[in-house]
């Protein structure tokens, strides 16, 4: 790492955001990030994926697209499309999908296609601080709808629509995340699905669906997606295989009509997403992912019983949370004395990366004294010791958890 | 394929570009594009690679970066920074790079860092389209530079700069593909990067080295990089590995000051580029980078020679290039009534794709009648057929070449 005699500063293009700091590793107890448990990357199967797909096909990448197109690797679609179905109630084709760098890349590709500076947008009031920051880096209004256990609540949603439509204001999309909700894990049941979209009919406001933790319900059981009730296509449906595969594979997909597709691709200037990795991903998939999703979801299953049982020790009824069907994350309140940037901060001071209320949030108020915690990558024991740290600090910091809470456990 | 009943149009971002036409598979000869001689893949090698990296590494692609940070796979940014030593003369580390999905992403994340809507650029006047696209798209103005044999042509820069200077302007950069130009396939002499460096210096204007081509000289001998001979640090380096192992893995990079790194890290929010692919690379390329170079390299010259042969025999003297050092694309000056952008329309209608010269340059008329041919991925035969072919639709257009192109060859 060097720096230049050379001045760049006069430069630079305005409003970038905040120079990165040098990364130095990871924290002690990382509670952080979509990563996943390493003890269940099925890497066997992996390997065999990649040397068959490569000693079948590997000629093919010395073509960009391997020769399947712009859509991206034509048996990946074919697997999404019937995956799709089976699991979202979802009929497509190959066709109607174009597969993306990861989810991240289909969030930039469907904002730039729908919004521009000044454009007015609606969000779950807690939501993905990845989504809520490219809007506001992208200078998108963001309106946060209240959530209740059962997802983004309609009747809120309603009374924003028409006030929006009250003051002119037509919102580009409604993002929502229905199916294991991020940061509150809830899932949007089939009957508000249906509310969700005669409202976003009614108000010609389309919906982009955000489905990447679908896979990790613990039944296993799923309401079809909103894209899969739509009857007039007005849903913009993202899902990948982060989650159900490993996240180090960037590989996601979006699933729209050609009138948004045709759009996506005319922006996707990249020559392709990594092809070897949707090679591999489809040559595995195909045989193993149905089997391979229960494993990763019991194992994941078991680190949330073990986070629950550390709060509960840790934090006694100071910590509260619901129960979540699914997913790699717990969102947490604690009590209102606590700030939960603070807490971040003097916790990750300590080792222990948390994620703060207010960076997952549209409501910094609301989320003030929340904090999410991601369990599916620290091992057993880094969840327990973790915890125990995190609530030393909490304690320190704001004289909560008692020091009894101890014995102060939940019913 | 659908269309939705759901009219999205009212809700599109203004100034997006024309949607994408469906894909319906590539034309029959195909001399477009970075794509590859499907034949000199090291498929073995990179199978070999593939296993031996995920049995003993696998497991860490639950975690987005590998656990080896947001500059990308350590080992292959080790092997980069040791490459780049051997070859190009640039003394870095591991901690000088970021790894990236390929080089398109080099450009848009150092565009963005420096570059916004009413900035000005300074170019190779014929230059590569995708990088001009880029500028065009974010209402940047690019000044061309004229090339003669040894590429950008450094009193025309001088006199561009002053020009510039005078008018209150400072260029954001001068972009240059030194080492085999796109499309031109010169190479720049070590006495002209000092001269450009010295104009850089002068004017305060950094210099932006794309160096995608550079590992494919026939000679395999090359300048210094511009990097390498940069005292004050003024440069920014991008390379890829789309040219020298295969375009569908998307893996380039960035060399900078950290001044430049860490603007383009905090911009770069995609959770990191493909891990797979940086890992199998890496394993790759460590035993096997620079003995498959001369097997490629030897593959696409002997391409090249089919293709001046067959220009030769089907267009004579009607056909202009020089001999180009490396690369894999030959840049061809037709008789002046020909029209690049009709026969590119016209041929494509029988077959055979081409880059029209128009779209590889900041001067239309300059370009006119040039055309640009890639000749790495068709075979010997699709050479000698297609060229063929595009002579014939060339002569029905144009009127040349004369239909006894065949006897007037080049002495």
Redesign the interface.
């Known amino acids: 790492?060097?720096?230049?005699?050379?001045?760049?500063?006069?430069?630079?293009?305005?409003s970038?955001?905040?120079?990165?700091?040098?990364?130095t590793?990871?924290p002690r107890f990382s509670f952080v990030?979509?990563?996943?448990?390493?003890?269940?990357?099925p890497?066997d199967a992996?390997?065999a994926a990649?040397?068959s797909v490569?000693?079948r096909e590997?000629?093919?990448?010395?073509?960009?697209?391997?020769?399947t197109?712009?859509?991206g690797y034509r048996p990946l679609r074919e697997f999404v499309a019937q995956k799709l179905k089976r699991d979202a109630g979802i009929s497509?084709?190959a066709?109607?999908i174009v597969m993306v760098?990861?989810s991240?890349?289909a969030l930039d590709l469907v904002n730039?296609?729908?919004?521009?500076r000044g454009d007015t947008v609606i969000y779950e009031q807690d939501s993905y601080q990845?989504s809520i920051?490219?809007m506001t880096r992208m200078g998108v209004n963001v309106v946060g709808i209240p959530l209740d256990e059962g997802g983004m609540r309609m009747d809120a949603l309603s009374n924003a629509l028409a006030d929006l439509k009250a003051r002119g204001v037509?919102p580009?999309?409604i993002y929502t995340i229905p199916t294991v909700q991020n940061p509150t894990a809830t899932i949007m049941s089939e009957e508000r699905r249906r509310e969700l979209l005669k409202l976003s009919?009614e108000y010609?406001v389309?919906v982009f669906e955000d489905d990447c933790y679908a896979d990790l319900i613990w039944s296993g059981k799923r309401p079809p997606a909103i894209y899969a009730m739509?009857?007039?296509?007005?849903v913009v449906h993202i899902g990948s295989f982060?989650k159900s595969v490993?996240?180090?594979?960037?590989?996601g997909y979006i699933v729209a009509?050609?009138?948004?597709?045709?759009?996506v691709?005319?922006?996707k200037?990249?020559?392709?997403?990594?092809?070897?990795?949707q090679m591999?991903l489809a040559e595995f998939c195909k045989p193993h992912f149905e089997s391979h999703v229960p494993v990763l979801r019991s194992a994941l299953r078991s680190k949330l019983e073990t986070l629950k049982e550390s709060l509960n020790e840790q934090f006694g009824t100071a910590a509260e949370f619901q129960d979540p069907p699914g997913g790699i994350f717990l969102w947490v309140k604690l009590p209102d004395q606590v700030d939960a940037m603070r807490l971040y901060q003097k916790a990750l001071a300590a080792g222990v990366a948390i994620n703060p209320g207010p960076e997952w949030s549209v409501d910094a108020a609301h989320s003030k004294s929340r904090i999410r915690i991601c369990y599916?990558?620290p091992s057993h024991e880094q969840i327990r010791e973790g915890i125990a740290v995190l609530a030393e600090v909490c304690r320190a910091e704001f004289g909560v958890p008692a020091r009894s809470a101890n014995v102060q456990k939940r019913a």
Chains 1, 2 share one sequence.
């Open positions: 790492m060097r720096s230049s005699a050379f001045d760049f500063s006069a430069l630079f293009a305005r970038l955001p905040a120079p990165a700091v040098k990364w590793g990871a990030g979509g990563n996943n448990d390493p003890d269940v990357v890497v992996l390997r990649a040397d490569l000693s590997g000629n093919a990448l010395s073509n960009y697209t391997v020769n197109g712009p859509q497509c084709t066709e109607d760098s990861g991240l890349q730039a296609v729908l919004c521009e990845g920051n490219r037509r580009k999309f009919e010609g389309p739509s009857k007039t296509g007005g982060s490993a996240p180090a594979l960037r590989v009509p050609w009138e948004i597709l045709s759009r691709l005319s922006l200037t990249d020559a392709g997403s990594g092809a070897l990795e591999v599916a990558s």
